[in-house]
């Protein structure tokens, strides 16, 4: 945690149903309590009844009001644990849709950058981790900020001295539970860390298992799996540690505070200062009112490992947010200008603290095929990720009708067909994957993707074909033509104004990629905006223009 916070305010404004789980959790407290109160009155009245001589027949209300607080606080348990199975359920659905979306908004860029084991390990195994949270702490929390005033308040009004004491050494078990939680938070951190180096480090491994297999070094890798596994298995222990630590100082401090009642109580109760009714009800609610407190600083641990993939998770949204209005993903889409260019201005990007891009400017006219070059690392693709609107940046993207920019309007999704350097083909049928995003039906879009896999120089490529996942089945450059085509199939059933493509040919031999270049200048000629990034010599001398991060100039 960025801080030792009771809620993060950020799960209210992301997850509506987090309001009507405190909301329900609120009610409930207040049952709990008054069951808790009642208890101890009618134990008391019970003792000192039976003490007093009563008979059964006088006591049997107050036997019959007893088992009632009983039965009302079983309810109340049940229904808490009920109510957070429940809410813990629907927040982590809210946040998975909100996360996700805001995965689709940031784009495969940031996927790469940040690695998919990472998104993978958050919106996984980092959200069930809630469950804790919601089950075992918020529940905790609730019943101490509604218990516990209430508590003290029955206390004081019955026993003064009591109370004193209870006010007192009440402050010491929330210092302590900060205190822990600082220490806490510093580990917890670095566990969640570790198992996500964990799941990035078994992903490298399974991804490229068959490469590894071929050169006879697949069990190279296990030192590092076992490297890794021994760093989260460490971590995790000291983490456990402090957990059984905290837990035992929690209890040392309760339980010091209720055995100073109890002495103070029992020394007045031999001097005839307090009543015997008075002193067993303040004896038996003095454990009621440490008992919240002290389960809440032994659940947080139980939290720990959600909130510590909160913050990711709100990060990750957060950074989704910061995308311009104009350029995220599901921005309302307008029909582009007639024959507009794409104008970029002074455009910035950064990554970090590291100025990626700074004051770039160019324009893309329609009809013609740009290649956008420089050097490795120059920032060619984070440029397209801001086109795309999957960075965050400083300066202007727009679509502008004429060189004043007169008519100019932001970009938005559906301007766009993209085909980046990894095919990212999924498990499913090749026209599936062409089509991927298609409205229309399976037999009206099947002309489409025959043609568009023409157009990518993969006709031969049967459209019925079943791929495995992450498309296996497929050569690397048939994949990488399947993925062009699908960027084609784009263009071709929404006329997308842009065409672009990162190193399209890095995996074609010559032929194919010439076909390819006669595609593209196809696309251009049907008056689309095609860019492309290359370093091949055979894509560099067929465009119509380059443009260098080092300048521009024409072929």
């Known amino acids: 945690m960025a801080s030792v916070r009771p809620i993060d305010p950020r799960l209210l404004r992301r997850a509506r149903a987090m309001r009507g789980f405190l909301a329900g959790g609120a009610v409930l407290a207040l049952l709990q309590t008054v069951s808790i109160i009642g208890f101890a009155w009618f134990v008391s009245r019970l003792i000192t009844g039976a003490i007093a001589g009563e008979s059964l027949t006088e006591l049997a209300p107050a036997f019959w009001a007893l088992a009632a607080m009983v039965a009302l606080r079983a309810f109340t348990v049940w229904a808490m644990d009920a109510t957070a199975a429940a809410g813990a359920a629907r927040v982590k659905s809210q946040l998975r849709v909100a996360v996700l979306g805001a ?48 508590l003290v308040l029955v206390v004081l009004v019955n026993d003064w001295v009591s109370a004193l004491i209870v006010v007192i050494a009440l402050p010491l078990i929330p210092i302590f539970m900060v205190l822990i939680g600082l220490a806490t ?82 020394l007045r109760l031999l001097d005839g200062q307090l009543g015997l009714g008075v002193g067993l009800f303040v004896l038996i609610l003095a454990p009621e009112v440490f008992l919240p407190l002290r389960n809440v600083g032994a659940q947080f641990h139980a939290a720990a490992d959600g909130v510590a993939a909160s913050e990711q998770i709100f990060e990750i949204i957060e950074a989704a947010d910061a995308l311009p209005a104009g350029e995220q993903a599901d921005a309302v889409h307008t029909v582009a200008p007639h024959g507009a260019a794409l104008r970029i201005d002074g455009l910035g990007i950064r990554r970090g603290d590291r100025q990626i891009v700074d004051d770039f400017s160019a324009s893309f006219e329609p009809g013609a095929v740009t290649v956008l070059s420089g050097r490795s690392g120059a920032g060619k693709s984070s440029i397209i990720a801001a086109i795309q609107g999957f960075l965050p940046y400083e300066g202007e993207i727009v679509l502008a009708a ?128 095609v860019i492309v990034i290359s370093h091949r010599e055979a894509v560099i001398a067929a465009a119509d223009r380059v443009v260098s991060l080092e300048g521009v100039r024409h072929a």
């Open 103 to 150: 995965v689709r908004r940031l784009g495969p860029d940031w996927a790469a950058w940040k690695g998919s084991a990472t998104a993978a390990t958050v919106i996984g195994p980092g959200l069930d981790a809630l469950d804790g949270y919601f089950a075992k702490y918020l529940p905790q929390l609730v019943l101490t900020v509604v218990a516990t005033p209430l």
């Open 185 to 266: 938070q510093a580990v917890q951190r670095k566990q969640w860390e570790s198992l996500q180096r964990l799941s990035g480090a078994f992903l490298d491994v399974v991804g490229g298992l068959s490469t590894l297999k071929i050169f006879g070094r697949e069990r190279r890798q296990l030192a590092r799996i076992h490297q890794v596994t021994d760093e989260y298995r460490v971590e995790t222990m000291k983490v456990l540690r402090l957990s059984f630590l905290s837990g035992f100082v929690l209890e040392l401090a309760g339980s010091l505070s209720v055995a100073l009642i109890a002495v103070t109580a029992g």
């Open 402 to 529: 004429a060189d004043d920019g007169s008519g100019a309007r932001a970009l938005t999704a559906a301007d766009i067909a993209w085909c980046g350097q990894t095919p990212g083909l999924a498990a499913g049928t090749v026209a599936d994957n062409v089509a991927l995003g298609s409205r229309l039906s399976a037999h009206d879009r099947s002309p489409l993707v025959r043609a568009s896999l023409g157009l990518a120089s993969a006709a031969a490529i049967d459209p019925a074909l079943e791929l495995g996942v992450a498309g296996s089945g497929l050569s690397g450059g048939q994949a990488q033509r399947v993925a062009i085509a699908r960027a084609f199939y784009r263009r071709v059933e929404l006329g997308t104004p842009l065409l672009i493509l990162d190193e399209p040919s890095s995996a074609l031999d010559a032929a194919t990629e010439a076909e390819l270049i006669a595609s593209l200048r196809s696309a251009a000629a049907d008056g689309a905006i």
